[in-house]
């Protein structure tokens, strides 16, 4: 691997606080490199210096073999481009114009544009899609539009290394994905090696090659996607727990945070779930404050798999097996322990009859039926099961879902009152 | 749409504009030349000419006096002096990123008007333009020193050390002014600028400071242009910022204090001519800078013609016209291409 740039001991403070500090860090050629890290971790701060936009204070950066501080400038514009976060304001120049201003490492200070220059910047106009406003004025164009041209700028530069800070804050969903298929298209293409800051994990996950994760001004950890957005790693530096699952389509890493219970409440609520009917009802009770859990379910059932990475306890079997004595007993002590059951609008077979009874052993609890969908719809027990549920409708309220969390939380309220 | 195309397009219609107005400017001082106190026709304005330069036989002694010794080097230092401050206006607006920036913003004036008032204070009347220009140049480069902080002079800093120096600097006029109290005219008139009695000795004695400055800000077009997109993407690009922004602070200095030296302070014509060029040609520098050089001379000459005519016997400070009959053009054109 050719280095491209390495970084020893780099120590950096705009006054007093160091934003960075004994900072190591190689990046190799022909990689799409994100660097990600909470806010005030130093990111931009490490790009700016890799750009020669700040000086060290301590520490070094070589660029290619050459220490940073010996590059001439105007040699270091024609191998290294940088993209910011903001477009200028208020810029009297037309789009094309803009991009010109980019070729202005390769023009003598006279010269006026060769054909090579322009050459190059309708090329780069044309792969960002900004050849069609190239004629009207800058300050015209949106916001995204703004930032294409900024890309295609710095694209003119014909820079063998490209620094992105924040590249598509302005950019909508399409055009984000777009852009940074066009940087990842061009990285692989061999031309160019792509150091990008990024807020987004998931983007970053999905598109980068390498990531370096950036905390209190060190690196914290460097590697591929899959080795630096690890749950431990992320609450190291994020202070946040999340769930790492891997994205439905590129199987790269995916982070889900986990609910962040604003207040915790006393109140514990047991779900009877099963067949993807309780999935959407998990996170939001979590959130809520309230201890759930939840049975029975079959492994890999789509309420099971959300209920542990939500970490509930709860109650399982293996996939397509009924429901068994042992686990329906414990079924029972968990309803026991529970101040409310919910149960919902769960389709009932001879398999799962069992959860339908154990929603009948409830006490003092209260019970809540989700009337998403009318039984009728979801008994395949003949019948069986829908006796049984009128039966229940009459020991527990049918309740639509923002109903249930209504009452669950006068509920809750009026436990934590009398406890007092 | 070919780029090519619409930049060569683009190229011709400026040196287009530039030749015209070369044209305008022309025709305007011959026509200058012409009218005052003494009445003279286009035609005979053009023997002087003819006899002058080409060395053809003219009669008219009085009015080869008229045209050459008391009229034309007034105006060709009117038309220098637009140029100089429009000029140093331009390469100030750039550095700035601010249009509302004008050559006199680091304290230039008021340190011109220093030296001015010691001058006359000293009984140096003769000396008030080489007291002058030195004052300005003194007063910007304190600004500049003030301003700088760890090697580098950041523009907002540079802005309100200029801002603090030309008021400590008018401070130090009025007391100036008051302490003698018998030359308050010829200091107060000279303060609103005039090209009353200037000669070819005061334009031969400006003009190389003026062209030095002109020149050294003709040197870095290109990276005013980089400065558009803000310092840092300038030093991106290859851009030696500091340096370019001493070079630019250099030649606007020396520009417009050489105009100072050789009018006075004269208001305006450095905020507006660059800022009115603007609405036309954009932001490109090498189509801004020399277009105002033309406008802020045909501007100036203009005013002066005015200055000297309008209640002729009596010559009004050209100050006084570039500000009356500017600021309210100036304000109908933002407003017209307030839309813009």
């Not at chain 1, 067949?275 to 201890?291: C, D, E, M, R, W």
């Not at chain 2, 020149?215 to 500091?242: D, F, K, P, S």
């Amino acid at each position: 691997m050719t280095v491209i740039f390495n970084v020893q001991g780099l120590t950096f403070a705009y006054d007093k606080a160091a934003i960075l500090e004994d900072l190591h860090l190689e990046i190799g050629k022909g990689v799409f490199l994100g660097i990600i890290g909470p806010n005030g971790s130093g990111k931009s701060t490490l790009l700016r210096l890799l750009s020669k936009a700040l000086a060290p204070l301590g520490g070094v950066i070589e660029f290619k073999g050459t220490f940073l501080d010996r590059w001439q400038r105007a040699e270091l514009a024609k191998q290294l481009a940088v993209m910011g976060q903001e477009s200028p304001q208020g810029l009297d120049l037309t789009a094309s114009q803009v991009v010109l201003l980019g070729r202005a490492p390769h023009q003598s200070r006279f010269g006026s544009e060769s054909s090579r220059d322009l050459q190059v910047v309708e090329e780069c106009m044309r792969i960002t899609h900004t050849w069609d406003y190239a004629f009207r004025p800058f300050y015209q164009l949106s916001g995204g539009e703004q930032q294409r041209v900024m890309l295609a700028r710095a694209l003119a530069q014909e820079p063998e290394v490209l620094l992105l800070d924040e590249p598509t804050a302005h950019l909508d969903l399409n055009y984000q994905l777009e852009f940074f298929s066009l940087i990842k298209y061009l990285v692989a293409q061999g031309k160019l090696t792509a150091i990008a800051v990024l807020h987004d994990l998931n983007l970053a996950a999905s598109f980068c090659d390498q990531l370096v994760l950036l905390s209190e001004g060190s690196v914290l950890a460097a590697g591929a996607p899959e080795e630096v957005l690890t749950a431990e790693l992320i609450e190291k530096a994020y202070g946040v727990k999340v769930q790492v699952g891997a994205n439905p389509l590129t199987g790269r890493p995916q982070l889900s945070p986990l609910p962040l219970a604003k207040e915790k409440r006393s109140l514990r609520v047991h779900v009877i779930g099963g067949g993807g009917a309780a999935a959407k009802l998990y996170y939001p009770l979590v959130q809520a404050g309230f201890t759930v859990t939840t049975g029975v379910l079959n492994q890999g059932d789509t309420d099971w798999q959300i209920a542990k990475n939500l970490g509930l306890e709860l109650v399982e079997i293996p996939a397509f097996s009924p429901i068994s004595q042992a686990a329906h007993e414990e079924n029972l002590a968990l309803i026991k322990k529970a101040q409310a059951v919910v149960l919902a609008a769960v389709p009932f077979g001879p398999g799962n009859l069992e959860n339908l009874k154990a929603a009948s052993s409830i006490d003092k609890q209260a019970l809540f039926l989700l009337s998403d969908r009318p039984l009728s719809e979801r008994d395949y027990t003949g019948g069986i099961a829908s006796k049984l549920y009128e039966e229940l409708m009459g020991r527990g309220q049918v309740v639509t879902e923002e109903e249930l969390f209504a009452l669950l939380r006068e509920q809750s309220v009026a436990d934590e009152e009398s406890m007092r | 749409m070919d780029l090519n195309v619409q930049l060569k397009k683009q190229r011709r219609k400026w040196h287009l504009v530039s030749l015209s107005l070369f044209a305008v400017l022309i025709i305007l001082v011959l026509i200058a030349a012409a009218v005052g106190s003494v009445k003279l026709s286009l035609r005979e304005v053009w023997h002087v000419f003819q006899s002058k330069i080409l060395g053809v036989e003219s009669g008219n002694e009085a009015a080869q006096t008229i045209v050459w010794q008391l009229r034309l080097p007034r105006i060709l230092l009117a038309a220098f002096v637009g140029a100089a401050l429009s000029g140093a206006g331009v390469a100030l607006q750039g550095l700035f990123r601010n249009s509302l920036v004008d050559p006199y913003i680091l304290g230039l004036s008021s340190g011109a008007a220093f030296g001015a008032a010691l001058a006359v204070v000293l009984k140096l009347s003769w000396l008030i333009p080489a007291f002058a220009f030195l004052g300005g140049i003194f007063a910007t480069a304190l600004a500049y020193t003030l301003a700088q902080e760890r090697g580098r002079v950041p523009v907002m800093r540079l802005l309100l050390s200029g801002v603090a120096t030309s008021s400590f600097l008018s401070a130090l006029v009025s007391i100036l002014m008051l302490k003698s109290q018998n030359n308050l005219q010829t200091i107060f008139l000279w303060l609103m600028g005039s090209f009353s009695g200037r000669s070819w000795p005061e334009l031969f004695l400006v003009l190389p400071y003026m062209a030095a400055g002109l020149i050294t800000i003709l040197l870095q077009l290109r990276e005013l242009n980089l400065l558009l997109l803000g310092e840092e993407a300038a030093g991106q690009l290859g851009m030696e910022v500091e340096r370019a922004k001493r070079l630019l602070l250099l030649g606007a200095a020396m520009a417009a204090a050489a105009s100072v030296a050789g009018s006075g302070t004269i208001a305006f014509v450095g905020l507006v001519v660059p800022h009115l060029v603007r609405l036309l040609t954009g932001s490109d520098h090498r189509f801004l800078f020399p277009l105002s050089l033309l406008t802020g001379a045909i501007f100036l000459v203009l005013a002066d013609t005015i200055a000297r005519t309008i209640m002729a016997p009596v010559e009004l400070p050209v100050g006084i016209i570039t500000s009356l009959v500017g600021a309210p053009f100036f304000l109908y054109l933002l407003r017209a291409g307030g839309n813009k």
